[in-house]
């Protein structure tokens, strides 16, 4: 697989709550895990145009082009291990500061541009959601700890490194949102993750894909809804993040980020509705004017399907496809197994 070289570079408030690891042995059949870096490592996303949700496959309208500004996209999903040290903080009584997590290296530092509302722009946390990181570490342990399909994988103290390696799960919009402002970041908008998942104007179909329209995939690329009994766990949690790592060919997307599809659906910035148009460094900022107030999630997860049986990329069903073209959106209270975060950074 052909890839621009990116920029490399260490992130996070919390170091010391990462794993670094080492390559290690397959952990199955189908895969082995990628571990030679720390799991707080970002990548450039270099900027550029491209169509949103069009794969030349299942999704073929190129009615919704956007431009989309440089910006640093994590490698890995948040693991158990750098979540850990957020959950202490956050039970000391640690919380966002009002109007933080924005975009500030847009706009002369007042972040992205409101896609459903003309002239406004990103707002950033606000404190009234603050209720939702209330409660001791007993009370974080029981909200990580949800009883969906998958199971939780939240260990409240440091594990073998399989158990950190997990990605975290069981979180909900507010929550992960909240994690990424303390570590330094913010949640990308919904474009910034489906530029960074198609490899921007090649317009992948899933992340590791050669070009537009080759929407080949099996057990060896990602952790998906899978049917085939040689496939390690399938349809049955998530796995440790960068797993898909075989011969030495990583399944990794354009810029080196890592299970951009499968495994956990990743929270974004926006409000579930239709796409702006024109969309330049634009996000679903305000719920008020929208349709639906769910927040929108990207890359399906292992519960999902490998495509969109109707060809279609406007449901809102958590076990959407794992297609880069792919939506989905849930209520921004909701935690399941199949919902995790990827932070992203000013570049």
């Given amino acids: 697989m052909t890839r621009m070289r990116s920029t490399l570079r260490s992130v996070g408030r919390k170091a010391a709550a990462v794993v670094a690891g080492v390559v290690v042995a397959a952990t199955a059949g189908c895969a082995s895990r990628d571990l030679t870096i720390g799991y707080d490592t970002a990548l450039l996303v270099p900027g550029g145009r491209f169509y949103r949700s069009y794969d030349g496959a299942t999704f073929t309208d190129r009615g919704n082009r956007a431009t989309v500004s440089s910006f640093v996209l994590d490698k890995y999903e948040v693991t158990v291990g750098r979540f850990r040290a957020f959950v202490a903080d956050a039970a000391s009584g640690w919380r966002p500061a009002e109007g933080s997590g924005k975009h500030t290296h847009l706009n002369g530092g007042m972040g992205l541009v409101d896609g459903s509302v003309p002239g406004e722009l990103e707002r950033g946390w606000n404190s009234t959601w603050n209720g939702n990181l209330t409660g001791t570490a007993s009370d974080w342990d029981l909200a990580l700890g949800c ?95 960068a797993s898909y790592y075989v011969n030495a060919q990583p399944y990794y997307a354009r810029w080196g980020q890592a299970d951009m599809a499968g495994n ?19 996000a679903a900022v305000d719920v008020i004017f929208l349709q639906v107030a769910r927040k929108v999630q990207r890359g399906g997860s292992f519960m999902s399907p490998p495509a969109e049986p109707t060809g279609s990329m406007t449901t809102m069903a958590a076990g959407v496809s794992v297609l880069t073209s792919a939506r989905a959106a849930s209520d921004p209270e909701t935690a399941q197994a199949a919902f995790g975060v990827r932070c992203a950074r000013a570049p």
Wanted: proline residues 11%; charged residues 15%.
């Fill in 147 to 241: 009883k969906t399909l998958g199971g939780a994988n939240w260990v409240p103290e440091p594990a073998p490194d399989y158990y950190d390696e997990l990605p975290i799960n069981c979180v909900n919009w507010y929550q992960a949102y909240a994690f990424c402002i303390w570590d330094g970041g913010f949640l990308p908008s919904e474009a910034e993750w489906n530029y960074a998942a198609a490899g921007g104007s090649e317009q992948r179909a899933y992340p590791w894909s050669p070009r537009p329209g080759v929407s080949d995939i099996n057990c060896e690329e990602a952790n998906y809804a899978n049917t085939d009994p040689a496939c390690f766990y399938p349809y049955s949690h998530p796995s440790s993040v």
């Fill in 264 to 282: 956990v659906a990743e929270w974004t910035l926006d409000w579930w509705g239709a796409y702006a148009s024109p969309c330049v460094d634009c």
